[in-house]
């Protein structure tokens, strides 16, 4: 099994979709390592902007992916547009994974309107190592159907 490094960025209520995420992936194959600030890493304290912002800052240098999962508060964190914009800045590719249960109305960050790539529904997650490993895949709206991309984005590879 070969270990994909990821960011999971999220809504911290969304926490119990991040867990099920990374199980899913897990199930499914995936030797996934977050290195986002989950319940699985919580702490009682808490630090100032400047940490925290280092701290993602760190996490997101060190993975390969930067996977946003995408809820129906997540466009409303200034952490979440904080994260995609650090992102975009390292150039990690930008995956959005909608939440389980999510319609077709729920708002992307606006961060990621401007620096996202591929959107996919939560039932398609096998398309996700395609999306790792840089193959095109369609773009998708929550329910997994076809939708047209925000924006057409041209990658490189050095």
């Not at 280092?54 to 992916?65: D, E, H, M, Q, V």
């Not at 995956?95 to 708002?107: A, E, T």
């Amino acid at each position: 099994m070969k270990k994909n490094n990821v960011f999971i960025s999220h809504h911290g209520k969304d926490d119990k979709h991040v867990q099920q995420l990374k199980q899913r992936l897990k199930d499914a194959g995936y030797g996934i390592r977050n290195s986002s600030i989950d319940s699985t890493k919580y702490s009682s304290t808490i630090p100032s902007d400047a940490v925290i912002a280092r701290y993602l800052r760190k996490g997101i240098s060190w993975a390969g992916t930067f996977i946003c999962l995408i809820g129906e508060k997540t466009h409303t964190r200034p952490w979440v547009n904080y994260e995609i914009k650090n992102a975009h800045l390292q150039g990690k590719q930008i995956v959005g994974i909608f939440k389980h249960g999510c319609n077709n109305n729920v708002d992307l960050p606006e961060a990621f309107i401007k620096y996202g790539g591929p959107t996919i529904g939560w039932n398609s997650l096998d398309k996700l190592g395609d999306i790792m490993s840089g193959k095109d895949t369609p773009i998708e709206n929550p329910d997994s159907t076809n939708r047209e991309p925000i924006n057409n984005i041209v990658r490189i590879i050095c």
